[in-house]
């Protein structure tokens, strides 16, 4: 959540996707799965395709709404913030239940899991 109050515009975003990997990262270590960056970003991505018109929309609009004197930086700090808690949470909730059950990076379907990440993202975003 913290990459949320960046007050650079899109910057943001990619701070969040850095600390999405670094838990990736830190998951696959403590489960003892091999760690593939590029393919632990491809599966995040795909994963966030999920609710990709909900985060679009208010991710940018959130992300551009920073650009506004006072108002619009409290906003948008507010909706990056609570965006990436709530994809934080999901994507760490998918990855441990994979891991969990013997799974790596390799045979992890993101299209199988796409119903869970979605509960999951919004129990966390409410």
Do not use: C
Not at 17 to 34: D, I
Not at 73 to 95: E, K, N, Q, R
């Amino acid at each position: 959540m913290a990459g949320g109050l960046l007050p650079i515009p899109v910057f943001d975003i990619f701070a969040i996707a850095g600390v999405q990997l670094a838990m990736l990262r830190e998951l696959s270590v403590h489960y003892g799965v091999p760690f593939q960056r590029n393919l632990a970003k491809s599966l995040m991505t795909t994963l966030l395709g999920s609710v990709l018109p909900y985060v679009a929309g208010a991710g940018l609009a959130g992300s551009l709404a920073k650009t506004m004197p006072v108002l619009g930086w409290g906003v948008g700090l507010a909706t990056i913030s609570a965006l990436a808690g709530a994809a934080t949470h999901a994507t760490g909730v998918v990855f441990v239940q994979h891991f969990e059950s013997g799974g790596t990076f390799l045979d992890f379907d993101p299209i199988e899991t796409r119903d869970f990440f979605r509960r999951e993202f919004d129990i966390a975003r409410r």
